[in-house]
């Protein structure tokens, strides 16, 4: 059985999961589903053609719940499986352009910091998954990282 690490975006829809073989992706899958309904879903079937090492999730800012589902998941994974867990912010996934908040505010990343605040002329960028992984890059910290705008 292939040794794999995986690369789960479940911060909106589609979901992207990357699996990945000496550190290149060899297979992208995707889905419009709920993270709820497909995560289980396609780690049933992941994990019998692979001998999953890690998995590495992008632990917010993004949906408050598909954070908390990711995480929820991933993390049972992890103690159930022994599957090394790592985080990574949302905004290594889009060339750190700004991502849907609420309504019409958007997280964006200055300097370090997370703030929300219209658009404006910012342009979106898609989540894509990294063509190469390397774990060291990533975070063991894994709690999900919840931004929530205020409310007007």
Do not use: C, W
Not at 80 to 108: R, S
Not at 121 to 150: C, G, H, Q, R, W
């Amino acid at each position: 059985m292939p040794k794999v690490d995986i690369v789960v975006i479940a911060l909106a829809t589609p979901i992207l999961i990357g699996v990945y073989k000496d550190g290149e992706l060899f297979q992208t899958l995707t889905s419009e589903k709920q993270s709820s309904d497909y995560l289980p879903e396609v780690f049933a079937e992941l994990l019998k053609l692979y001998e999953i090492h890690s998995v590495t999730y992008a632990n917010g800012p993004g949906s408050f719940m598909a954070i908390k589902m990711s995480y929820l998941f991933l993390k049972s994974l992890e103690i159930v499986k022994g599957i090394k867990l790592y985080a990574a912010l949302a905004f290594e996934f889009n060339d750190y352009t700004p991502i849907k908040a609420l309504g019409k505010l958007y997280f964006h990343y200055d300097n370090g910091e997370i703030l929300t605040r219209p658009l404006g002329d910012a342009a979106l960028k898609s989540m894509s998954l990294p063509k190469v992984l390397e774990l060291k890059n990533f975070s063991t910290l894994t709690e999900p990282n919840y931004i929530l705008p205020a409310v007007n």
